[in-house]
């Protein structure tokens, strides 16, 4: 099969599975609503309960799993093709160890108990923090490897800080929250944490769906990518920016998502051809499907004991990761 074919059969069948599966997240929880009412509910004036729970409890969860998820497969994908390393994803340059780091802040100083929305402004703020310190460490002319090394030194303080939180804390209410939120989860967001996050993540996915080309052209080295006028150093600021805008929402809002952005695009590579700029949208629809899948999964799994989305995506993802690894060390024998 000629690989555009292919390449244009794998984002129409990623398109139907995204709908398919987003349908589904409105349709499938505790509440045992028939389709055509939930649908019916999902669009009604009345206020009743099913309309309550349709637009208040599922919408919100459903539009959250689509769009995070699209952040992380397509921020993954946009990073794998900049760093050229398989092994890079969202959480390496920091941002989502510091969003998290935000989070625990506003837990651990109880802000939260009078401002709620404390919790997700306070891991964006944090997000934006592990920026500027990576662009502070890695200076102005700073290579990709010192970003990678920037980002993974605040990434390692975000972490022990949260570890010191955690160990410090007076109230095991307040620590048993940080442990539950770093997990992951979409469970009791709004409709409001949506409109709170979806600007980031839209200005995100805009800085980083126009990297396809400048990605293409690094394919072939940095002196051939120079020498067709990619400016390097934009790129790399783009990508950074774009991330941090994007999945630093996503965090914010949801908690730390693992392995998404890792998975996805090893995954999908086979299947849309080495082309970066074929691979951002698929990733992007690749991990739309993964969080949604996840989300339904962990409503029938132990819809009683609240199983938390970012550990069901560690479950899949660690193995993957293991055997990434050993691929990889094979590869270099």
Not at 159 to 171: K, Q, V
Not at 191 to 220: D, Q, R, Y
């Amino acid at each position: 099969m000629r690989p555009h074919i292919r390449y244009r059969l794998t984002l129409s069948a990623l398109g139907i599975l995204t709908l398919v599966l987003f349908l589904l997240s409105l349709t499938v929880g505790p509440a045992a609503l028939t389709f055509r009412a939930s649908i019916a509910a999902l669009f009604s004036d009345k206020a009743d309960v099913i309309a309550l729970i349709m637009q208040e409890v599922r919408l919100p969860r459903a539009l959250l799993g689509l769009t995070i998820g699209a952040t992380l497969g397509l921020s993954g994908a946009v990073l794998q093709g900049l760093l050229r390393n398989p092994l890079a994803e969202p959480g390496l340059i920091g941002i989502s160890a510091s969003a998290s780091l935000g989070a625990v802040i506003a837990i651990y100083t109880g802000i939260t108990l009078v401002f709620p929305l404390a919790l997700p402004l306070s891991a964006f703020a944090g997000a934006l923090v592990a920026v500027l310190l990576v662009q502070a460490l890695a200076g102005a002319r700073g290579s990709i490897l010192t970003i990678i090394l920037a980002g993974v030194a605040v990434s390692s303080f975000a972490g022990a800080m949260t570890s010191l939180a955690l160990n410090l804390s007076p109230n095991p209410f307040a620590s048993l929250e940080i442990m539950f939120w770093m997990l992951g989860s979409l469970t009791d967001r709004s409709m409001l944490h949506f409109w709170l996050a979806a600007p980031f993540i839209l200005v995100g996915w805009l800085m980083l769906g126009t990297l396809g080309k400048a990605l293409n052209a690094l394919t072939l080295g940095n002196d051939a990518a120079a020498s067709l006028g990619i400016d390097m150093r934009r790129i790399q600021m783009q990508a950074v920016l774009g991330t941090a805008a994007s999945v630093g929402a996503a965090t914010a809002v949801a908690g730390a998502i693992g392995f998404v952005g890792l998975v996805i695009p090893h995954l999908l590579r086979p299947l849309v051809g080495n082309l970066p700029s074929r691979l951002l949208p698929a990733s992007a629809l690749g991990g739309a499907c993964m969080v949604l899948a996840a989300d339904i999964l962990v409503r029938i799994i132990a819809p009683e004991r609240d199983l938390k989305l970012g550990v069901l995506t560690a479950i899949v993802g660690a193995p993957f990761f293991l055997w990434l690894v050993h691929a990889e060390r094979r590869r270099l024998a």
